[in-house]
């Protein structure tokens, strides 16, 4: 039985789907961001990083979403979620994940979290207005060169499409209009069609 740490808005959402689609025996356990929750001492013998998500294994803790994405996607093979036998199309799954981790969360998070880079209060509200251009221009990358669609390896479905749904529906909050990548609105509209994920979404909501 794993647990899920994690927190609602936040990008912990594409671990939460990974595991409904695998079939994985978990429990979820939300973390009050608003309540500073993920800075209590609690929390940080978990995750020391003081963020979510973060899984809860037999093995010990894993955090960082590609790696608990490939991580969910090895232990359950039986349900396709990624490439295994492929190690090429392995790399890509890694490699979008990794560019969605590294660089697109990061520059949605000038938006909320610009304190990280900064404590100058112009500097940080620099950081906010650019977040429309960085978000558009990553998103633009992907529409143009590296969703394949209708998912992102093409016809198959796999634990990347979860990672891209959770951080496509951020777009809106950082002044991008999903409307302007129309292969990107159609996977949006029919990871939000899946049952899957519209039980994971009321779970959330509840």
């Not at 404590?119 to 207005?129: F, G, L, P, T, Y």
Request: with cysteine.
């Amino acid at each position: 039985m794993f647990t899920l740490y994690y927190a609602p808005a936040t990008c912990a959402l594409a671990t939460h789907l990974a595991l409904e689609y695998a079939g994985a025996p978990y429990r979820a356990e939300s973390v009050d961001f608003h309540k500073q929750q993920q800075r209590s001492p609690e929390f940080l013998r978990i995750n020391p990083k003081g963020r979510v998500p973060a899984l809860a294994t037999e093995q010990g803790i894993l955090t960082e979403t590609p790696a608990l994405l490939h991580f969910i996607a090895q232990s359950f093979p039986e349900a396709k979620l990624a490439p295994l036998d492929d190690a090429f199309l392995m790399a890509k799954v890694n490699e979008f994940n990794n560019y969605l981790c590294a660089t697109v969360h990061v520059a949605h998070a000038h938006r909320v979290r610009g304190y990280r880079w900064a404590d100058d209060a112009a500097a940080i509200e620099a950081m906010k207005q650019k977040v429309p251009q960085t978000m558009g221009d990553c998103f633009a990358l992907i529409e143009e060169r590296m969703l394949k669609g209708p998912w992102v390896l093409g016809e198959r479905f796999s634990i990347s499409d979860p990672y891209l749904f959770t951080i496509t529906r951020w777009l809106e909050g950082d002044g991008v209009d999903v409307a302007r990548f129309p292969k990107v609105a159609d996977h949006m509209r029919r990871m939000e069609a899946d049952p899957v994920v519209r039980k994971v979404l009321a779970d959330w909501a509840a």
